[in-house]
């Protein structure tokens, strides 16, 4: 695990070198991925990352992290994502990762309404403990069991639209669009930044770049100190 982790440094830190880009480049925002239990939200992080199903999944305690980098519109971006877990009783330690997110993922289960009709509470703690300025997709998760379908296409994108989101299906299991809906996100966060609607250096926006991502990543240790501050537990 720390080689996994030292390897990725050198990728970043090579990645931060070459750029010539000028300022705009080598972002690191924080994700959230949110929802019901049993979701998909934690296979979904692991297709994403791992590119294939996790067919073993078990009810995430707390709080799981993955981090991986991509390249979006030729920028290198560094994506800090913490998959929460989606029983109640674990609410309280969840709502507590959700300060300075730049986005998240707030997934349902096609074929469970009782998930989709948990959407609005969600979307109330994101805005609310992360920032109003959060950009979410929507992701209608288990695509590939289309047959046992309980909320359409339609109705989700209409409530998608209503509440200024992102949406698309997504299938942890077969992986379509799971990598387009975190690609998709991060975009949007840099189209917000080019625009000038989105402030990086604003306190707890979720975002850092340039040298300040480098140097985080430069000092292992005292990033996952931050983190944890940052999460506060
Ligand atoms: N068919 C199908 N099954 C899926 C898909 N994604 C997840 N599953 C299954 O759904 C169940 C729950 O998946 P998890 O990823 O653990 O769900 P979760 O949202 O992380 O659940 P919590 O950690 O409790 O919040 C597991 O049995 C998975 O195998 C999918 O896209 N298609």
Redo the contacts with the bound molecule.
């Keep these: 695990m720390i080689l996994d982790f030292l390897k990725e440094l050198q990728v970043s830190q090579l990645e931060c070198l070459d750029d010539s880009n000028g300022w705009l480049s080598n972002f690191l925002f924080k994700f959230l991925v949110i929802?019901?239990?049993?979701?998909?939200?934690?296979?979904?992080l692991h297709q994403f990352i791992e590119k294939r199903f996790?067919?073993d999944?078990?009810?995430?305690i707390g709080v799981e992290f993955g981090s991986k980098i991509i390249s979006v519109v030729n920028k290198f971006v560094k994506l800090q994502i913490w998959?929460?877990?989606?029983?109640e009783r674990f609410r309280s330690v969840t709502r507590s990762y959700y300060r300075g997110a730049a986005g998240a993922l707030l997934?349902y289960d096609i074929t469970s309404r009782e998930t989709y009709n948990a959407l609005t509470n969600w979307l109330t703690d994101a805005r609310m403990l992360a920032s109003q300025n959060i950009v979410i997709i929507l992701c209608g998760?288990?695509?590939?069991?289309d047959a046992d379908r309980e909320v359409t296409f339609l109705e989700a994108s209409r409530f998608a639209q209503e509440n200024e989101l992102m949406f698309l299906e997504?299938?942890?299991?077969?992986g379509e669009n799971v990598e387009e809906a975190f690609v998709q996100c991060a975009r949007k966060i840099l189209n917000k930044i080019e625009s000038g609607e989105l402030d990086p250096e604003r306190m707890g926006s979720g975002i850092q770049y340039g040298d300040a991502a480098l140097r985080q990543l430069r000092s292992p240790r005292r990033a996952q100190a931050e983190s944890v501050q940052e999460c506060g537990c």
């Design positions: 929802g019901n239990a049993g979701t998909g939200k934690s296979c979904l996790k067919d999944s078990n009810h995430t998959d929460t877990a989606g029983q997934v998760n288990k695509k590939d069991l997504t299938s942890a299991l077969t």
